[in-house]
C-alpha cells in the first residue's frame, strides 16, 4: 500500500473500506457544520464596530482561515466519496490544503494573545500604537507568507524527486511542505499556551489596580481600562478553548511526523478524525464566547436570526440596542413600547 495515508479507503479490507467510507461521512457532515458557523461568525463580527482593533481583525482571519479551510475539507471529502478521485492523491490534497489553513488560523490566535498581553502590558500606550491599517497588513502578510512558503516548498520537492524517468512519490513531494505544517502549527500552540498563562498573570494585577481606579471620580481612563479589562477576560476564555481543542492535533502532526508506518493504522484514523471534530467544534463554541460576552455580538446575531423568524426577537434586540449604545430611554418612550406590545 504504497504512498496511502491516514484516512484513506485501503481497498484489500471490506471492513477498513466500509469504516473509512463511514469516517469520510461523517468528516463531511461536520465540515458543512463548522462552515456555516464560520460564516455566521465573520458576518457578526464584520457587523460588530466596538469590539478592539486587533482582536476583531485577527479573530475575523482566524475564522476566515477555518472556514476556508472547511470549504476545502469538505470539496476534497466529496471528490472522494461522490467523483471516486484516486484515493491517495486526494487525501494529500486534502492534507495540504486543511494544514495550508492551520498555517493562518493558529498565528492568528497567537497573534490576538499577544495582542491582549501588549494590551494590558501597554495600558495608555497600547491605544496610541493600534491603528486599523497595521492590523489589516499584518493579516494580509500572514497569508502572503505561507502561500508562497508552501508553494516554493512543494516546488522544490517536486523538482528534488520527480523526473521523467520515475515516478513521483507523493509522500517524499510534500515531506518538506508537512515538515513546515508541523512546525507552524506546534510553535504556534506552544506560543499561545504560554502567552495566555502570561496574560492571565498580567489581568490578574491588573485588576487589582483596576478597581482602585474605580475609586477615582472622574477618571477618564477607568473606562478604557475597564474596558479592556473585560475584552481580555471573554478573549482568554476563547484561548484556552483553542489551547484544549487544538493539542490533540499538535500530537497527532507530531507522531505523524516521527512514527510513519503507523500512519494507515486504522485506530490511528479514528483518533484523527476526532481530532479534527476537536479543531472544527472550536469554531462553534468560540462563537458562542463572542456571543454570550459581547452584547453586540449578540444583537447581530439576534438580528440575523429575526429576518428567518418574522420578528421573534424585535424586542430582545430593542434592549440588546439600548444597552449597547447607551440610549436614554425617558418614561414616555417606556410608556410608547408598552401601548405598542398591548
Not at 518538506?176 to 489581568?203: E, G
Request: aromatic share 10%.
Amino acid at each position: 500500500m504504497d504512498n496511502e495515508t491516514f484516512m484513506d479507503v485501503d481497498g484489500d479490507s471490506d471492513k477498513m473500506s466500509v469504516g473509512m467510507t463511514v469516517i469520510n461521512v461523517v468528516c463531511t457532515l461536520v465540515s458543512s457544520g463548522i462552515m456555516f458557523a464560520d460564516s455566521v461568525a465573520i458576518y457578526v463580527l464584520l457587523k460588530c464596530k466596538r469590539i478592539p482593533t486587533y482582536a476583531h481583525i485577527f479573530s475575523i482571519n482566524f475564522f476566515l482561515s477555518d472556514a476556508i479551510g472547511s470549504a476545502m475539507l469538505v470539496a476534497c471529502q466529496v471528490s472522494l466519496l461522490i467523483l471516486e478521485i484516486n484515493v491517495d492523491v486526494m487525501h494529500h490534497i486534502r492534507s495540504l490544503l486543511s494544514g495550508f489553513a492551520l498555517t493562518v488560523a493558529m498565528p492568528s490566535v497567537a497573534l490576538l494573545a499577544l495582542d491582549r498581553a501588549l494590551a494590558l502590558k501597554l495600558s495608555l500606550r497600547y491605544k496610541v500604537l493600534v491603528s486599523k491599517t497595521k492590523g489589516l497588513c499584518v493579516a494580509i502578510a500572514l497569508w502572503c507568507f505561507n502561500i508562497i512558503t508552501m508553494g516554493a516548498l512543494l516546488c522544490y520537492s517536486a523538482i528534488e524527486n520527480c523526473s521523467s524517468e520515475q515516478i513521483c512519490e507523493l509522500w517524499s513531494v510534500t515531506q518538506f511542505a508537512r515538515f513546515y505544517l508541523t512546525v507552524i502549527v506546534v510553535v504556534s500552540q506552544v506560543f499561545v499556551t504560554l502567552s495566555y498563562f502570561y496574560v492571565l498573570k498580567v489581568a490578574r494585577k491588573h485588576q487589582n489596580a483596576l478597581q482602585a481606579m474605580k475609586t477615582m471620580t472622574n477618571n477618564p481612563t477607568s473606562m478604557v481600562s475597564e474596558r479592556q479589562f473585560e475584552t481580555t477576560k471573554t478573549l482568554l476564555r476563547i484561548i484556552l478553548a483553542f489551547i484544549i481543542c487544538y493539542t490533540p492535533l499538535c500530537v497527532q502532526m507530531v507522531l505523524l511526523e516521527t512514527n510513519v508506518a503507523a500512519r494507515n493504522d486504522f485506530t490511528r484514523r479514528i483518533l484523527l478524525l476526532v481530532t479534527y471534530i476537536f479543531i472544527q467544534v472550536n469554531s462553534i463554541v468560540n462563537l458562542k464566547i463572542y456571543v454570550a460576552r459581547f452584547k453586540e455580538c449578540k444583537m447581530v446575531l439576534m438580528m440575523l436570526a429575526d429576518r428567518f423568524c418574522q420578528g421573534v426577537y424585535t424586542q430582545q434586540i430593542e434592549d440588546l440596542r439600548i444597552n449597547v449604545f447607551n440610549i436614554v430611554v425617558t418614561r414616555d418612550d417606556l410608556r410608547h413600547n408598552s401601548l405598542s406590545r398591548e
